[in-house]
C-alpha cells in the first residue's frame, strides 16, 4: 500500500501587518530586508492559488493549511471563512487540517465559535507571566496586552478549541524558569512552546536575544521542575521536551529542522510569493509565484536546491558530542541560541535531561 501523500502551507494572509509591536518581533526584521515590504491582505486569486495546487497533489492526500503573520486574524474573519467553504467545496477524498498562530488581540467569542467549528488549532502568543509579558508585547499605543490576550485564551478553551501557548524565549526571561513554570501551573497550560529569541539578520546584538549559557541553565531549571510535577501525577507538554522524546524512540522530530537539515516547505506571502522557510521569506530565497510556479518547480528549483545546502555553523563541542547523531548542528537559523564556536549550550542541557526523557518517552510507548 503507498504511503499517503502530505502537503503543507505556511499563508501570511495579511503579510507582516500587525496591531501588536512586540520588541523582538522576528518577521518584522525579516519584511524590512526585503525590497518591498508587503501589509497587504491576501486577494481571492492567490488564495484559489494555495487552494487548487494543495488539493491537485493527490485526491487522499493530507492537507494542512497553517496561518501566520504578522498577525493573520488582521485578514478578517470572513477571509478564512471563505477559505475553508472554497476548500470544503472543492476536496475529494483529502483529510485536511487547520492551524492558527495568533498573538489573541482579535479574539472574541465569533472567533473563537468559528475555530472550533473546524477544529483549529490555535497556537496564542503569551510570554508567560503578566509584567513580563507586559513589557515586551505591548500593543500598538504601548498599552499592556496580557490581560486582553489572556481573556482570549480563555474563551478559546471555553469553546473547546484546541489552543497552544507559543513563548517567546528572551534573555528576560531565561532567567526566571521558577515564575515560568508558576504561569504554567496557575493557568493549567497543558502544551506551551518556547521559540528562541533570536538576534537580526544582521547579527546585530540586542537586549532580548537567547545566549546558549542561558538557553541551557533555563531548560535544566525549566526540566526539574517538570519532572517534580511529572512525579505528582500532571504532564506538561513541552515542545523542545516532546521533540527530543521522539528522536530518542527512533521517530523524527516534528520541529523543522532539528536533526540539522532543512526540508523543503511553501510559505506564502500575501501577493503570491513563496518561500523554502519562515526565518528566510527573503527576496534572494524567493522561489516563485504561487498562481504562475507549480509545487514541483518551486521544490526543485535551484534556490530551493541552493537554501538546503547551505552548512551549519561550526561548533567544537561536536567532534566527541554523543548527540551529534541526532542533532548535526541543529536549525541553521535557531542554533544561534544553542552554541557557540566553542560551547554547546544544547549539549549542556541533553547530557543533563537526555536520561530522563528518554526514560518518560519508553514509559509512554510501554502505555
Not at 486574524?73 to 485536511?96: C, I, K, P, W, Y
Not at 521522539?246 to 523543503?264: I, K, T, V, Y
Not at 523554502?276 to 530551493?304: N, Q
Not at 554547546?344 to 510507548?365: D, H, I, N
Request: overall charge negative; some cysteine.
Amino acid at each position: 500500500m503507498c504511503a499517503r501523500k502530505h502537503i503543507g502551507f505556511l499563508i501570511k494572509p495579511a503579510s507582516s501587518a500587525c496591531n501588536m509591536r512586540c520588541r523582538y518581533c522576528f518577521y518584522c526584521d525579516v519584511a524590512a530586508h526585503r525590497e518591498e515590504r508587503r501589509a497587504r491582505v491576501m486577494d481571492e486569486d492567490v488564495a484559489d492559488a494555495i487552494i487548487d495546487q494543495a488539493l491537485a497533489v493527490a485526491p487522499d492526500a493530507h492537507v494542512s493549511f497553517a496561518f501566520q503573520g504578522g498577525e493573520p486574524t488582521l485578514a478578517g474573519l470572513d477571509f478564512f471563512r471563505s477559505f475553508v467553504a472554497r476548500v470544503e467545496e472543492r476536496r475529494e477524498r483529502q483529510q485536511v487540517s487547520w492551524a492558527l498562530q495568533t498573538n489573541g488581540y482579535l479574539i472574541d467569542e465569533e472567533w473563537a465559535a468559528f475555530f472550533a467549528e473546524h477544529r483549529f488549532l490555535v497556537g496564542v502568543s503569551v510570554d508567560a507571566y503578566r509584567d513580563l509579558h507586559d513589557s515586551m508585547r505591548p500593543d500598538a499605543h504601548d498599552l499592556p496586552t496580557y490581560a486582553r490576550i489572556m481573556r482570549g485564551v480563555r474563551l478559546l478553551r471555553d469553546a473547546c478549541v484546541d489552543v497552544n501557548i507559543l513563548s517567546v524565549l528572551t534573555s528576560q526571561m531565561a532567567a526566571h524558569p521558577q515564575r515560568v513554570f508558576s504561569f504554567i501551573k496557575q493557568e493549567k497550560i497543558s502544551h506551551i512552546q518556547f521559540i528562541p529569541c533570536l538576534p537580526g539578520l544582521d547579527d546585530e546584538g540586542d537586549a532580548f536575544s537567547l545566549a546558549p549559557r542561558e538557553f541551557s541553565a533555563f531548560y535544566r531549571r525549566l526540566f526539574d521542575l517538570w519532572w517534580r510535577e511529572l512525579g505528582s501525577g500532571r504532564y506538561v507538554s513541552i515542545w523542545l521536551f516532546e521533540n527530543i522524546m521522539q528522536m530518542a524512540l527512533g521517530q523524527f522530530p516534528s520541529q523543522c529542522g532539528m536533526l540539522g537539515r532543512c526540508a523543503p516547505q511553501f510559505v506564502v506571502e500575501s501577493d503570491g510569493s513563496v518561500y523554502p522557510c519562515d526565518f528566510y521569506a527573503l527576496d534572494e530565497y524567493r522561489v516563485g509565484d504561487i498562481r504562475v510556479d507549480s509545487l514541483e518547480t518551486m521544490a526543485t528549483c535551484e534556490t530551493m536546491r541552493t537554501f538546503l545546502n547551505e552548512p551549519r555553523r561550526d561548533c567544537a563541542r561536536c567532534a566527541d558530542c554523543p548527540f551529534e547523531g541526532i542533532c548535526h548542528r541543529n536549525c541553521k537559523r535557531l542554533n544561534i541560541a544553542y552554541y557557540d564556536e566553542g560551547y554547546c549550550g544544547l549539549r549542556e542541557f541533553l547530557e543533563y535531561a537526555y536520561p530522563g526523557l528518554q526514560r518518560v518517552a519508553r514509559m509512554f510507548t510501554r502505555r
